[in-house]
């Protein structure tokens, strides 16, 4: 049977910051690119609240841990996939209800599955890593890295994404142990991804931020079609002070 193909983004919300201006934009941008796969970062119950009622057609988790609605979640198009399980590992993300959250789900129609995951690693602001130097996120993706590799079933397509915080560390250990992200399967440079100006609403004379730290890797069994990540406004705003990154993937039927 042919593949099928779906698209896949990943989405840090902001919070609630400059909430009335974003909102219509987040609306928007959710219901022209309506992704078949959605994890979204530093989600808050007011915007949980309007992606339930703009991807109406989608599901996503629902559990008691506070993370789920407070951090993160995945949303899944139901006509295409039901859930089987989910988790929220604990990975070191020293920050309220951040961990690895996971979910395993159900092709329709079919027994195949597949895992999809994202998380929020620590801010490279930290005042302990500004005071040494050290980076969190290194030991918190081999940390991630290590959860996956217990969770994964054998040939499963597994979707690993979020906001790393970082431009090079995450995304290289996570390439040493077979997850590439859709830039580099498809041989293109990653645009920046943070921050999103005028939205991010930073004062004239601060230090601008230019970085991509907004990441979507796969393993092997799912194959990397297109990548983009779209500088999408409207009404003169834009839905989040990031920029979401989208992927067309391939997976097996």
């Known amino acids: 049977m042919a593949p099928i193909r779906i698209s896949v983004v990943t989405y840090n919300l902001w ?3 400059r909430w009335r201006l974003r909102a219509p934009a987040l609306k928007e ?3 022209l690119y309506d992704p078949d796969l959605l994890c979204v970062q530093e989600l808050q119950p007011r915007s949980q609240r309007l992606i339930d009622t703009t991807l109406a057609a989608h599901r996503r988790v629902r559990d008691r841990f506070g993370g789920w609605a ?6 899944w198009r139901a006509s295409l996939f039901a859930e089987v399980e989910h988790g929220a590992e604990e990975v070191g993300i020293r920050y309220g209800n951040r961990r690895l959250f996971w ?3 159900r092709l329709a129609d079919s027994g195949h599955t597949v895992l999809v995951a994202t998380a929020h690693l620590t801010h490279q602001r930290e005042a302990q890593e500004a005071r040494t130097g050290r980076s969190p996120r290194v030991r918190q993706t081999q940390r991630i890295i290590t959860a996956l590799k217990r969770i994964v079933r054998a040939r499963e397509p597994l979707f690993f994404m979020g906001d790393m915080n970082d431009a090079v560390h995450p995304a290289h250990l996570l ?3 077979g997850y590439t992200s859709c830039f580099a399967a498809l041989g293109l440079q990653p645009p920046v991804t943070f921050k999103c100006y005028p939205t991010a609403d930073v004062r004239p ?3 601008p931020v230019s970085q991509c730290i907004d990441w979507l890797f796969a393993n ?3 194959r990397a079609i297109a990548a983009t990540v779209p500088a999408f406004y409207f009404r003169d705003a834009a839905p989040s002070d990031h920029w979401p990154v989208q992927a067309i993937y391939e997976i097996p039927s």
């Open 15 to 17: 919070l609630t910051e």
């Open 29 to 31: 941008f959710l219901r």
């Open 70 to 75: 407070t951090e993160s979640n995945i949303y």
């Open 103 to 105: 979910a395993r789900l």
């Open 175 to 177: 390439h040493e142990a």
């Open 205 to 207: 004379g601060l230090p």
């Open 220 to 222: 092997p069994h799912a």
